[in-house]
T-cell receptor
Framework: GAVVSQHPSRVICKSGTSVKIECRSL??????MFWYRQFPKKSLMLMAT?????????EQGVEKDKFLINHASLTLSTLTVTSAHPEDSSFYIC?????????????FGEGSRLTVL | QKEVEQDPGPLSVPEGAIVSLNCTYS??????FMWYRQYSRKGPELLMY????GNKEDGRFTAQVDKSSKYISLFIRDSQPSDSATYLC?????????FGTGTSLTVIP
C-alpha cells in the first residue's frame, strides 16, 4: 500500500513554543490530506482538511490561528501548533487520499506524539 | 445521532475464535466502507475497503456491507494474539470521511 510518512514521531516542547509536524506522501500524490487529533482510547477527531494550493478547511471548534496548516505541494502538508500549551498535548495523525484514486483509499501516517511541558 | 456508531468494547476473545466487529451508519450517501487496524501509539492502517453491498474476503478477514440495513461488519477468523488492536470502521461520501469510535480487541493466547 501507499506510504505516508509523518515527522517527528515524538516531540516534547516548552509551553509557549511552536511545533511543526510534517506529513509526506512518499509514493503517491495527495491533493487532499487530513489532520486528526486522538486522545487516549478515543477515536480520531478530524481537525482540518488540507487541500494542495488552497486554505485548509477547519472543523468546528478547531482554532485555525493555533493550528496552522500548509499544503504547499502534492506530497507535503504541515501542521504547526503555535504557542503550545499543556492542553495541546496529544497524538496528532495525518492521512492522505490518493489523487485521482477511489476515495476509499485513505492512508495514515504513524502519528506524532506531542507533549507540552 | 452520530453518522457512524461503533461499540467501543473492549472485546476479549481466546485465540482461534471468530471475531465479529460491527458498525451502523445513518447516511445513505456513504459510498466506500473501510476497516482500519490501529496498534497502540501507531497510526491506523487500512485493512480492507468495499464499495458495494456483499462480502469481500482477504485471508482471515471478511468485510461485509449491508446497505439496506446500513450495517457493516468485519469478521476475523482464527484470531491471533497479533490481531489485538483497535479496529476502526470508516466510511465516506466524496471527500468527507467519518470514523467510528473504534473497538478495542484483545486476543488471549
Amino acid at each position: 500500500g501507499a506510504v505516508v510518512s509523518q515527522h517527528p514521531s515524538r516531540v516534547i516542547c516548552k509551553s509557549g513554543t511552536s511545533v511543526k509536524i510534517e506529513c509526506r506522501s512518499l509514493d503517491f500524490q495527495a491533493t487532499t490530506m487530513f489532520w486528526y487529533r486522538q486522545f487516549p482510547k478515543k477515536s480520531l477527531m478530524l481537525m482540518a482538511t488540507s487541500n494542495e494550493g488552497s486554505k485548509a478547511t477547519y472543523e468546528q471548534g478547531v482554532e485555525k490561528d493555533k493550528f496552522l496548516i500548509n499544503h504547499a505541494s502534492l506530497t507535503l502538508s504541515t501542521l504547526t501548533v503555535t504557542s503550545a500549551h499543556p492542553e495541546d498535548s496529544s497524538f496528532y495523525i495525518c492521512s492522505a487520499a490518493i489523487a485521482g484514486g477511489p476515495f476509499g483509499e485513505l492512508f495514515f501516517g504513524e502519528g506524532s506524539r506531542l507533549t507540552v511541558l | 445521532q452520530k453518522e457512524v456508531e461503533q461499540d467501543p468494547g473492549p472485546l476479549s476473545v481466546p485465540e482461534g475464535a471468530i471475531v465479529s466487529l460491527n458498525c451502523t451508519y445513518s447516511n445513505s450517501a456513504f459510498q466506500y466502507f473501510m476497516w482500519y487496524r490501529q496498534y497502540s501509539r501507531k497510526g491506523p492502517e487500512l485493512l480492507m475497503y468495499t464499495y458495494s453491498s456483499g462480502n469481500k474476503e482477504d485471508g482471515r478477514f471478511t468485510a461485509q456491507v449491508d446497505k439496506s440495513s446500513k450495517y457493516i461488519s468485519l469478521f476475523i477468523r482464527d484470531s491471533q494474539p497479533s490481531d489485538s488492536a483497535t479496529y476502526l470502521c470508516a466510511m465516506n461520501t466524496g471527500n468527507q470521511f467519518y470514523f467510528g469510535t473504534g473497538t478495542s480487541l484483545t486476543v488471549i493466547p
